[in-house]
């Protein structure tokens, strides 16, 4: 059980504190109620500008980096299509560094535009190595265009278009910025060897002057559900033939989540998996396959990536893969199968939570969903599922009308 306080200031900010003694450092973990789908569907990227934007200065510190380097800390920061998240890692006893560099870029950032345009820069030159000159790069803007009609998962975190950050004006980061980086839009989780009042008075002095805003009410188009299979087919300058299949699942809060998610697990996790053992060393129609989910807030995808063997066509890996999959569905499994890939994903979930950074995390991710406790709770969700559950959950979701598959040709 991982023990955690909680508070909130006047101005909207929750605050959770994980006392830890037994370390010697601290962490100050910020996640801000703010991904790319919360973006305009003609202004997309920007949560992922403003995660370079945010070290770039602010109102009264001209480098973010600087003062954390010189007590001993690190930081960084990354966006999903869900949340942007910020976290400094630094010596305890130097925690109010944290805090003062953190609330200040809360309270505003310089707006200078010297700032803006140098990571505009860097996010398009991202943009360029990652996505458009990478072999593979473009596969979640192809997928999600796919898989998605409504929903704001429909684009990538890093935009749907460079055009979008290309195009960013000093107005446009402003009203962004004052609209999501609100104390009330925030959880702030401060863990290791700290004191819960120490925290209470710290978050006080330095955030609690800060305006609360108004916390933005989502107003996101709910996807429908897929009711044909949807195919395309790309061919590009890339190694070898892939081939993507996904299929529509719940979001994190959904009761049904951990059933689909042991569902992949059983499918397509490590060497010992269905989809290794058939089509990779009986079959060999893949040199490699695995299966996961995307772990969504609201409704993700289950996804199967397999890369194809050498003299194996698209066509027939596909064949080869639904097949497997319809047998699956049609098998009877036993329990021990449902307890090998229970205990690896609890393994998972218990290691994951060993440093003091993750469990930070865990807790502000918890949160912003609607629970903080779920880091103490995910473990027995997991438990409980059973595997009828999971067999009756792989024939209503496995189906080829949710199914939208990708071939990815090489041109070589």
Excluded at 70 to 90: K, M, Q, R
Aim: charged content about 25%; hydrophobic content about 40%; some cysteine.
């Amino acid at each position: 059980m991982i023990h955690f306080n909680e508070f909130v200031l006047d101005n909207g900010l929750k605050v959770f504190v994980l006392e830890d003694q037994t370390v010697a450092s601290a962490v100050v973990n910020i996640m801000y109620d703010v991904g790319s789908k919360d973006e305009d569907p003609e202004k997309t990227g920007f949560a992922h500008l403003f995660e370079h934007l945010m070290f770039g200065g602010s109102v009264n510190v001209p480098s973010f980096d600087t003062p954390i380097q010189n007590v001993g800390g690190s930081n960084n920061a990354f966006t999903s299509p869900d949340i942007t998240n910020y976290y400094v890692t630094l010596p305890a006893q130097n925690i109010e560094t944290a805090f003062w560099l953190e609330s200040d870029r809360m309270l505003s950032l310089s707006f200078d535009p010297k700032v803006l345009e140098v990571q505009r820069k860097v996010v398009i030159e991202e943009y360029k190595q990652r996505y458009i000159n990478q072999p593979y790069g473009d596969v979640w803007h192809l997928l999600r265009k796919l898989a998605y009609k409504k929903h704001s998962y429909k684009w990538p975190t890093i935009g749907k278009e460079i055009s979008h950050i290309e195009d960013a004006t000093m107005d446009d980061v402003k009203a962004f910025f004052h609209k999501y980086y609100v104390p009330s839009n925030a959880v702030m989780v401060v863990a290791g060897n700290v004191k819960t009042e120490e925290i209470k008075r710290l978050s006080e002095k330095w955030f609690g002057p800060i305006p609360a805003g108004i916390k933005p009410i989502r107003k996101i188009p709910v996807e429908p559900m897929q009711t044909e299979a949807r195919f395309q087919q790309v061919e590009k300058d890339v190694p070898i033939d892939m081939l993507y299949k996904v299929w529509h699942m719940e979001g994190r809060t959904d009761k049904e989540y951990y059933t689909t998610d042991l569902v992949s697990d059983l499918l397509g996790r490590g060497k010992s998996s269905i989809l290794f053992q058939k089509l990779v060393k009986e079959e060999k129609l893949f040199s490699g396959v695995n299966a996961y989910i995307t772990g969504s807030f609201d409704p993700g995808l289950l996804c199967i990536t397999g890369k194809l063997s050498d003299g194996v066509s698209l066509e027939e890996a596909n064949q080869g893969l639904n097949q497997v999959i319809e047998d699956f569905k049609a098998a009877e499994f036993k329990e021990e199968n449902m307890r090998k890939v229970k205990n690896l994903a609890e393994f998972s979930m218990t290691y994951g939570k060993t440093e003091i950074l993750p469990r930070a995390m865990s807790i502000a991710f918890g949160a912003l969903l609607g629970n903080p406790n779920l880091i103490n709770e995910e473990e027995e969700l997991l438990r409980n599922v059973q595997l009828d559950d999971v067999m009756n959950k792989a024939k209503s979701i496995l189906t080829q009308e949710r199914c939208s598959t990708l071939f990815y040709k090489s041109s070589k």
